[in-house]
């Protein structure tokens, strides 16, 4: 059964960092794209960021790109989203997604809460 | 950036009503959109994807359609578990993105 399981959310002040992970199973993590799409709360969902199997092509949403790294390890299953300069609207819940063009799997995701 | 624009934001209808979701997209996309399901604490789920073509199960009375930059998602005959959010994506090329959204209620 395929799986991703994120972690790491929490409350953060403005200009705060944060890492979220992402550990997957069920499937050959290194076969695949993933991605980081949020949702603030009661609002639509934005895509994040996304790495290539390999990790050798990444890509951002504008209103990230600068503040945010995304980056994986293979042997270990892991996707990671290191979060800098975090700002209010930054608050949503962060999900892990599976997929190069569409999103097949998705975590539950991790709320990250951005005020002083 | 490409940008998607649904219509309507919220649609009020019944079990066993024909429902159309619109998505237009700034620029054209050769067909790269897919469709997402989210209902209320759950994650999205795919429906969707070229535009047209059918997620294996999902049931036959989601259909998806495309004319120029123009998107729909229709749903035939309505079913209590179809009310839902609705929201269509763009894969022609990074950054991606995604419609607003459309509420589709009771």
């Known amino acids: 059964e395929v799986q991703v399981v994120e972690s790491g959310g929490g409350l953060v002040e403005p200009g705060g960092s944060l890492r979220l992970s992402c550990v997957a199973s069920?499937?050959?993590?290194?076969?695949?794209?993933m991605n980081w799409v949020r949702q603030a709360p009661g609002k639509g969902l934005e895509w994040v960021s996304a790495?290539?199997?390999?990790?050798?092509?990444?890509y951002y949403a504008d209103s990230v790109k600068g503040r945010f790294t995304i980056s994986r390890d293979n042997a270990k299953n892991s996707l990671f989203l290191q979060m800098n300069s975090l700002r209010a609207e930054d608050t949503a819940v962060y999900y892990c997604a599976r997929g190069a063009i569409t999103f097949d799997y998705w975590g539950q995701g991790t709320l990250v809460t951005v005020s002083s | 950036a490409i940008q998607l624009t649904q219509s309507p934001s919220s649609l009020s209808a019944s079990v066993g009503d024909r429902v159309t979701i619109t998505c237009r997209a700034s620029?054209?996309?050769?067909?790269?959109l897919a469709w997402y399901q989210q209902k209320p604490g759950k994650v999205p789920k795919l429906l969707i994807y070229d535009a047209s073509t059918l997620v294996s199960g999902v049931p036959s009375r989601f259909s998806g359609s495309e004319s120029g930059t123009d998107f729909t998602l229709t749903i035939s005959s309505l079913q209590p578990e179809d009310f839902a959010t609705y929201y269509c994506?763009?894969?022609?090329?990074?950054?991606?993105?995604f419609g607003q959204g459309t509420k589709l209620g009771i």
């Open positions: 069920g499937f050959t993590f290194n076969d695949y794209s």
């Open positions: 790495i290539t199997s390999t990790g050798d092509y990444i």
């Open positions: 994506q763009h894969f022609n090329s990074y950054p991606y993105s």
């Open positions: 620029q054209g996309i050769s067909g790269a």
